[in-house]
């Protein structure tokens, strides 16, 4: 079996040298040109062992109007780390022939969701989580997409559940969110959820 290649860009050319955590909003254009001219695909498995890069991760906030897709991981994934967290991220590693993050994108898009639809992705900024060990070595883009009242779910269903919530129904299980859906969610409703 081939080991996974993966997106990568070395911590040095990311803003502020990822010497942050949150939402980072400007910028975005910036390092998507950067991403373009010095990401390079390497081992995955060499990657996560490695915090001077960083895995470039796409990861879709999908809301229908104010409500947001939420998902929860069941003991089926192969992550024990993720086992009973709320998230409301689609997203995963880029890989060759994915075409650049929103070719990844989109490709995550099918493989994760059942939509007989396509949405507009529209990017909203950098995320980044230095407090894991699974957040040093990785980075965000976030979109944000609409399903505009069309259905959708989960393909995984013995791995996933899923359904869109309003921001209060979110808010209500924070505490059990992965670290980057937290950061999001807050970033996103600080001025309007207590």
């Known amino acids: 079996m081939t080991p996974e290649r993966v997106l990568v860009v070395d911590r040095a050319v990311i803003p502020a040298g990822a010497a942050w955590s949150g939402l980072r909003t400007e910028g975005v254009d910036a390092f998507l040109a950067t991403v373009a001219v010095h990401g390079r695909f390497e081992d995955r498995a060499a990657a996560e062992q490695d915090a001077t890069r960083k895995q470039v991760i796409p990861y879709l906030v999908l809301r229908d109007g104010e409500r947001y897709f939420l998902m929860r991981r069941t003991r089926a994934g192969a992550d024990a780390r993720l086992h009973d967290r709320y998230s409301i991220g689609v997203g995963g590693h880029l890989n060759p022939g994915d075409d650049g993050p929103l070719g990844g994108l989109e490709r995550e898009w ?85």
């Open 110 to 194: 099918r493989e994760e969701l059942h939509a007989d639809f396509l949405p507009t992705f529209r990017v909203i900024g950098l995320l980044n989580d230095e407090s894991t060990d699974v957040g040093s070595v990785h980075i965000g883009i976030v979109y944000s997409a609409d399903a505009a009242g069309r259905p959708v779910a989960v393909r995984e269903r013995d791995k996933l559940s899923g359904a869109f919530a309003d921001p209060v129904e979110v808010a209500a299980v924070v505490d059990g969110m992965e670290s980057w859906s937290r950061l999001v969610f807050e970033a996103l409703e600080r001025p309007k959820v207590p």
